[in-house]
Protein backbone atom coordinates (compact mmCIF):
# COMPACT_ATOMS: atom_id res chain seq x y z
CA UNK A 1 0.00 0.00 0.00
CA UNK A 2 1.20 3.67 -0.45
CA UNK A 3 -0.06 6.95 1.05
CA UNK A 4 0.62 10.48 -0.60
CA UNK A 5 -0.18 13.62 0.92
CA UNK A 6 -0.69 15.35 -2.09
CA UNK A 7 3.27 15.32 -3.41
CA UNK A 8 4.82 13.97 -0.37
CA UNK A 9 4.51 10.19 0.30
CA UNK A 10 4.47 9.58 3.66
CA UNK A 11 4.21 5.26 3.08
CA UNK A 12 5.77 3.02 0.04
CA UNK A 13 5.07 0.46 -0.82
CA UNK A 14 4.39 -1.36 2.38
CA UNK A 15 3.39 -4.97 2.73
CA UNK A 16 2.57 -5.43 6.58
CA UNK A 17 0.89 -8.34 7.90
CA UNK A 18 -0.10 -9.65 11.67
CA UNK A 19 -1.65 -12.57 12.99
CA UNK A 20 -3.62 -12.92 15.88
CA UNK A 21 -2.50 -12.33 19.41
CA UNK A 22 1.12 -11.21 17.89
CA UNK A 23 2.64 -8.23 18.75
CA UNK A 24 4.65 -5.69 15.64
CA UNK A 25 6.92 -2.93 16.96
CA UNK A 26 7.55 -0.23 14.28
CA UNK A 27 10.55 2.44 15.24
CA UNK A 28 11.54 5.07 12.87
CA UNK A 29 12.81 8.76 12.97
CA UNK A 30 10.73 11.44 13.24
CA UNK A 31 8.43 11.99 9.87
CA UNK A 32 9.47 8.52 9.01
CA UNK A 33 5.67 7.87 8.23
CA UNK A 34 4.94 5.94 11.24
CA UNK A 35 1.42 7.61 12.25
CA UNK A 36 1.06 8.17 8.54
CA UNK A 37 1.39 3.80 8.23
CA UNK A 38 -1.38 3.54 11.51
CA UNK A 39 -3.78 5.66 10.27
CA UNK A 40 -3.72 3.93 7.45
CA UNK A 41 -3.90 0.25 8.91
CA UNK A 42 -7.09 1.64 11.09
CA UNK A 43 -8.70 2.86 8.35
CA UNK A 44 -8.35 6.73 9.67
CA UNK A 45 -7.24 7.50 6.38
CA UNK A 46 -7.57 6.03 3.21
CA UNK A 47 -4.85 4.44 0.81
CA UNK A 48 -3.69 5.72 -2.32
CA UNK A 49 -2.97 2.67 -3.89
CA UNK A 50 -2.91 -1.02 -2.58
CA UNK A 51 -5.50 -2.24 0.51
CA UNK A 52 -5.85 -2.82 4.07
CA UNK A 53 -7.64 -6.29 4.54
CA UNK A 54 -9.14 -7.21 8.20
CA UNK A 55 -10.59 -9.99 8.42
CA UNK A 56 -10.86 -11.50 4.63
CA UNK A 57 -12.51 -8.11 3.94
CA UNK A 58 -10.67 -4.46 1.96
CA UNK A 59 -11.24 -1.79 4.89
CA UNK A 60 -11.80 0.06 0.94
CA UNK A 61 -14.76 -1.70 0.09
CA UNK A 62 -16.55 -0.27 3.60
CA UNK A 63 -18.96 2.37 3.37
CA UNK A 64 -18.75 4.90 6.24
CA UNK A 65 -21.28 3.76 8.38
CA UNK A 66 -19.41 0.16 8.41
CA UNK A 67 -16.15 1.26 8.46
CA UNK A 68 -16.92 3.52 11.69
CA UNK A 69 -18.49 0.62 13.46
CA UNK A 70 -15.54 -1.62 12.90
CA UNK A 71 -13.34 1.19 14.08
CA UNK A 72 -15.31 1.50 16.63
CA UNK A 73 -16.14 -2.17 17.54
CA UNK A 74 -13.26 -4.04 16.59
CA UNK A 75 -10.47 -1.46 16.79
CA UNK A 76 -8.84 0.49 19.60
CA UNK A 77 -6.43 3.41 18.85
CA UNK A 78 -4.20 5.40 20.77
CA UNK A 79 -2.94 8.30 19.55
CA UNK A 80 0.18 10.20 19.22
CA UNK A 81 -1.24 13.16 21.30
CA UNK A 82 -3.78 11.75 23.68
CA UNK A 83 -7.28 13.23 22.22
CA UNK A 84 -9.56 12.87 25.67
CA UNK A 85 -12.64 14.00 25.43
CA UNK A 86 -12.32 17.18 28.08
CA UNK A 87 -16.08 17.67 28.69
CA UNK A 88 -15.95 14.11 30.25
CA UNK A 89 -14.05 12.62 33.52
CA UNK A 90 -11.34 9.97 33.55
CA UNK A 91 -13.65 6.97 33.87
CA UNK A 92 -15.90 8.27 30.96
CA UNK A 93 -13.38 8.64 28.84
CA UNK A 94 -12.19 5.04 29.45
CA UNK A 95 -15.40 3.61 29.20
CA UNK A 96 -16.39 5.48 26.17
CA UNK A 97 -16.08 2.52 23.53
CA UNK A 98 -17.87 0.06 26.15
CA UNK A 99 -21.13 2.97 26.46
CA UNK A 100 -21.22 3.22 22.37
CA UNK A 101 -21.47 -0.87 21.89
CA UNK A 102 -24.56 -0.36 24.53
CA UNK A 103 -23.41 -1.24 27.63
CA UNK A 104 -25.39 0.43 30.83
CA UNK A 105 -22.77 3.19 32.33
CA UNK A 106 -22.81 1.47 35.21
CA UNK A 107 -21.68 -1.04 33.77
CA UNK A 108 -18.97 -0.02 31.36
CA UNK A 109 -17.58 2.52 34.51
CA UNK A 110 -16.73 -1.09 35.72
CA UNK A 111 -14.55 -2.38 33.77
CA UNK A 112 -12.69 0.53 32.48
CA UNK A 113 -12.50 1.25 36.38
CA UNK A 114 -10.37 -2.31 36.87
CA UNK A 115 -8.08 -1.18 33.56
CA UNK A 116 -7.93 1.99 35.46
CA UNK A 117 -6.92 0.00 38.69
CA UNK A 118 -3.76 -1.46 37.24
CA UNK A 119 -2.61 1.56 35.01
CA UNK A 120 -2.45 3.11 38.58
CA UNK A 121 -5.18 5.54 37.60
CA UNK A 122 -7.80 4.75 40.51
CA UNK A 123 -7.23 7.76 42.19
CA UNK A 124 -8.04 10.15 39.26
CA UNK A 125 -11.25 8.56 38.31
CA UNK A 126 -13.62 11.65 38.78
CA UNK A 127 -10.78 14.09 37.73
CA UNK A 128 -11.48 16.08 33.95
CA UNK A 129 -8.51 15.89 31.04
CA UNK A 130 -7.73 19.11 31.74
CA UNK A 131 -6.63 18.57 35.71
CA UNK A 132 -4.42 15.47 34.68
CA UNK A 133 -0.82 15.27 33.64
CA UNK A 134 0.43 14.34 29.91
CA UNK A 135 1.65 11.40 30.98
CA UNK A 136 -1.40 10.56 33.14
CA UNK A 137 -3.78 11.07 30.05
CA UNK A 138 -1.92 8.74 27.93
CA UNK A 139 -2.39 5.90 29.76
CA UNK A 140 -6.22 7.22 29.79
CA UNK A 141 -5.95 6.90 26.19
CA UNK A 142 -4.69 3.53 26.60
CA UNK A 143 -7.40 2.26 28.84
CA UNK A 144 -9.75 3.10 26.55
CA UNK A 145 -8.07 1.78 23.52
CA UNK A 146 -8.20 -1.67 25.44
CA UNK A 147 -11.20 -1.69 27.07
CA UNK A 148 -13.72 -3.15 25.01
CA UNK A 149 -11.38 -5.91 24.16
CA UNK A 150 -11.20 -5.12 20.49
CA UNK A 151 -9.50 -7.39 17.62
CA UNK A 152 -6.81 -5.25 16.79
CA UNK A 153 -5.07 -2.29 19.31
CA UNK A 154 -2.60 0.28 17.16
CA UNK A 155 -0.77 2.74 19.17
CA UNK A 156 1.17 5.31 18.53
CA UNK A 157 4.11 6.19 20.89
CA UNK A 158 1.83 5.16 24.30
CA UNK A 159 4.67 5.44 26.09
CA UNK A 160 6.32 8.30 25.01
CA UNK A 161 5.28 10.65 28.12
CA UNK A 162 5.69 7.38 30.67
CA UNK A 163 8.30 7.03 33.27
CA UNK A 164 9.62 2.90 32.74
CA UNK A 165 7.49 1.36 35.64
CA UNK A 166 4.03 3.01 33.91
CA UNK A 167 5.52 2.13 30.37
CA UNK A 168 5.50 -1.44 32.17
CA UNK A 169 2.68 -1.41 33.07
CA UNK A 170 0.93 0.07 29.49
CA UNK A 171 3.00 -2.70 28.06
CA UNK A 172 1.72 -5.65 30.39
CA UNK A 173 -1.69 -4.29 29.33
CA UNK A 174 -1.13 -4.99 25.63
CA UNK A 175 0.73 -8.58 26.45
CA UNK A 176 -2.30 -9.34 28.28
CA UNK A 177 -5.14 -8.62 25.87
CA UNK A 178 -2.83 -10.31 23.30
CA UNK A 179 -1.94 -13.40 24.91
CA UNK A 180 -5.84 -13.72 26.75
CA UNK A 181 -7.90 -12.55 23.77
CA UNK A 182 -5.89 -12.68 20.98
CA UNK A 183 -5.80 -9.02 20.02
CA UNK A 184 -3.13 -8.17 17.42
CA UNK A 185 -1.11 -4.84 18.61
CA UNK A 186 0.24 -2.92 16.07
CA UNK A 187 3.31 -0.62 18.50
CA UNK A 188 4.66 2.18 17.65
CA UNK A 189 7.43 2.97 19.61
CA UNK A 190 10.94 4.71 20.67
CA UNK A 191 11.22 2.64 23.11
CA UNK A 192 13.66 -0.17 22.72
CA UNK A 193 13.04 -1.98 25.88
CA UNK A 194 9.13 -1.90 24.49
CA UNK A 195 10.29 -3.05 21.32
CA UNK A 196 12.33 -5.61 22.49
CA UNK A 197 9.04 -7.56 24.16
CA UNK A 198 7.06 -7.60 20.38
CA UNK A 199 6.60 -10.73 18.76
CA UNK A 200 7.79 -8.63 15.17
CA UNK A 201 9.80 -5.62 14.61
CA UNK A 202 10.06 -2.87 12.15
CA UNK A 203 11.93 -0.15 11.31
CA UNK A 204 10.28 2.61 8.98
CA UNK A 205 12.36 5.13 6.87
CA UNK A 206 11.16 7.26 4.61
CA UNK A 207 7.87 5.93 4.26
CA UNK A 208 9.49 2.44 3.24
CA UNK A 209 8.66 -0.22 6.04
CA UNK A 210 12.04 -2.95 6.42
CA UNK A 211 11.59 -6.25 9.15
CA UNK A 212 14.44 -5.87 11.49
CA UNK A 213 16.41 -9.02 12.46
CA UNK A 214 16.79 -9.10 15.90
CA UNK A 215 19.93 -9.34 17.99
CA UNK A 216 19.46 -12.10 20.60
CA UNK A 217 20.93 -10.69 24.01
N1 LIG B 1 -1.55 15.89 7.03
C1 LIG B 1 -0.38 15.93 6.40
N2 LIG B 1 -0.23 16.63 5.25
C2 LIG B 1 0.93 16.64 4.57
N3 LIG B 1 2.04 15.98 4.96
C3 LIG B 1 1.97 15.27 6.09
C4 LIG B 1 0.75 15.19 6.86
N4 LIG B 1 0.99 14.40 7.95
C5 LIG B 1 2.26 14.00 7.84
N5 LIG B 1 2.85 14.50 6.73
C6 LIG B 1 4.24 14.24 6.28
O1 LIG B 1 4.33 12.84 6.03
C7 LIG B 1 5.58 12.34 6.49
C8 LIG B 1 5.34 11.25 7.53
O2 LIG B 1 4.76 11.83 8.70
P1 LIG B 1 4.33 10.96 9.96
O3 LIG B 1 3.55 9.81 9.47
O4 LIG B 1 3.67 11.87 10.92
O5 LIG B 1 5.74 10.46 10.50
P2 LIG B 1 6.16 9.91 11.95
O6 LIG B 1 4.90 9.49 12.66
O7 LIG B 1 7.09 8.78 11.66
O8 LIG B 1 6.85 11.04 12.65
C9 LIG B 1 6.36 13.54 6.99
O9 LIG B 1 7.16 14.01 5.94
C10 LIG B 1 5.29 14.53 7.33
O10 LIG B 1 5.75 15.85 7.21
MG1 LIG C 1 4.15 10.09 14.50
Same mark, same amino acid.
Given at each position: ?29 ? $? ?27 ? $? ?7 ? *? ?31 ? $? ?16 ? $? ?61 ? *? ?34
Amino acid at each position: MDLLYGATSAVRNVEFSLGRGRIAAITGQS $GSGKSSLLYCLAGVLPVSSGEVQFDGRSL $GSLNDEELS *TLRRERFGFVFQYGELLPELTVEENAALPLWLA $GKRKAEALAVAGEILGRL $GLSDLRKRRPSQVSGGQSQRVAVARALVHRPAVVFADEPTGSLDSGNATAVLEEFLNLARSQG *TAVVLVTHDNQVAHRADDCYVMCDGVLTTQVRETS
